[in-house]
């Protein structure tokens, strides 16, 4: 996708920032992997799947609706509906969500005739399969025409999802603590992106605390309010943009944030999540971040110096200091179980970058824009019924996707 078309379809950011790099055939994806520096983009690797050949053919995004329709309507879709005038879909001026995840189904097939009207008039409402409500696997017809990347291989897939829309839609900035695979099928996206270590500037919502379970920022990147969110442009020294074009993969590491655009138009994706550490580990990471917050709320300015000073020269030292309170010594021993040998180098940057944002509170307040969602949460965390919940959450996922792996193919190998 040439660089010109980009600027005459996507409004500019009103900062500078760099472009995600496009490496080539004998890029060492296998130490990136070990070591994922920032986001690539990987051209063209999907030319070859089948679906990306067929809608290219097809020319007009009626035929494509068409053939959609044709190969895969009996599948069962869940979608928004945003409206043309503010196709923003993340949080108001006010702070609220503005939207819901997916509150509609239907098949397929119906869903292409919302996305046709759509199409017609850029003034109707805009319609967008998200890709959590649409399992890859689900779609056992449509992932017949797709291939497996052989450069995923020993990569273990947590969720595969199909975004299908009619274009104009933007999701909010977050992030996710997984390694994240944009596969390009038809249309253009522009991804705004920054490293884990923006979130002092980015606003963001308490941990996991956001929209739907995510870590979220409640800024509008393409129109930040100054007044409400002075430091937010600060961030840009952190800015990366990637244009994703049909058959390009977007890979992000874990904890990368991301704010998507979808160009006017059809447009088609997958994307894959996969595991950065084993998953019983990540769900420990989860808990063990809920506790922390928590009991460091409890703690002075002065013991959370302490602990955070020793934890770090711990690390270096293999020893700690005694003369710490019982609760702060217990504090840094639960910090230091992700700062070991056995966890990859970018998980212990991911977790320092938490820890002195959430637990230490380096950055100021952690929920800056909205100091009062911060105590709602930790009130919250305190009782039994959302650690239940968060714990089910994470069951029921991974029995699902280990059910549907057995099923149909995916993405990864």
């Known amino acids: 996708m040439a660089v010109n078309f980009a600027e005459s379809v996507f409004p500019p950011f009103p900062f500078t920032s760099r472009s995600v790099p496009i490496v080539s055939d004998n890029f060492d994806f296998a130490q990136w992997k070990r070591d994922p520096a920032g986001p690539v983009i990987l051209k063209g690797i999907l030319r070859d799947w089948p679906i990306v050949q067929d809608l290219k053919r097809c020319g007009t995004d009626d035929a494509r609706l068409d053939f959609l329709s044709r190969g895969f309507g009996s599948a069962v879709v869940g979608y928004t509906k945003v409206p043309a005038s503010d196709p923003f879909m993340g949080y108001d001026e006010n702070g609220r969500e503005n939207f819901e995840y997916a509150p509609g189904t239907c098949k397929l097939d119906e869903f292409c005739g919302l996305l046709r009207k759509s199409l017609q008039d850029r003034h109707s409402d805009i319609f967008y399969a998200r890709g959590g409500a649409n399992e890859l696997r689900t779609w056992r017809k449509f992932s017949q025409s797709i291939r497996p990347l052989g450069i995923l291989t020993g990569m273990k897939p947590a969720g595969e999802g199909i975004w299908l829309g009619s ?86 590491p874990p904890c990368w944030w991301h704010y998507v655009e979808a160009a006017p138009g059809l447009n088609l994706m997958i994307n894959t999540f996969m595991w950065a550490l084993p998953p019983a580990k990540v769900r420990q990471f989860e808990v063990m971040m809920r506790r922390s917050i928590t009991t460091a709320l409890k703690l002075s300015t002065e013991e959370l110096s302490g602990v955070r000073k020793d934890l770090y020269q711990e690390v270096a030292r293999g020893t700690g200091n005694l003369k710490l309170s019982a609760s ?31 637990v230490f509170q380096i950055n100021g307040h952690p929920v800056a824009a909205y100091p009062e969602r911060h105590a709602t949460w930790a009130r919250q965390e305190a009782s039994l019924k959302p650690r239940f919940r968060h714990w089910a959450r994470f069951i029921r996922g991974r029995a699902r996707m280990i059910w549907r792996r057995r099923m149909v193919t995916g993405i990864v190998p």
Request: aromatic share 14%; net charge positive.
């Open 167 to 252: 274009g104009r839609h933007i999701s909010h900035l977050h992030q996710d603590a997984h390694f994240n695979c944009f596969a390009m099928i038809t249309g253009v996206k522009r991804v705004l992106l920054y490293p884990l270590e923006a979130i002092a500037d980015l606003y963001p919502s308490p941990f996991y605390g956001g929209i739907s379970g995510t870590t979220s920022s409640f800024v509008r990147p393409r129109t930040p309010d100054p007044q409400r969110f002075p430091r937010f442009m600060s961030a840009a020294k952190h800015a990366w943009v990637a244009v994703v074009d049909e058959g390009d993969v977007l890979c992000l």
């Open 328 to 358: 702060a010594r217990a504090l840094r021993r639960r910090l230091s179980r992700f700062l070991q040998p056995d966890i990859p180098g970018y998980w212990q940057k991911i977790a320092r970058c938490y820890y002195d944002h959430y």
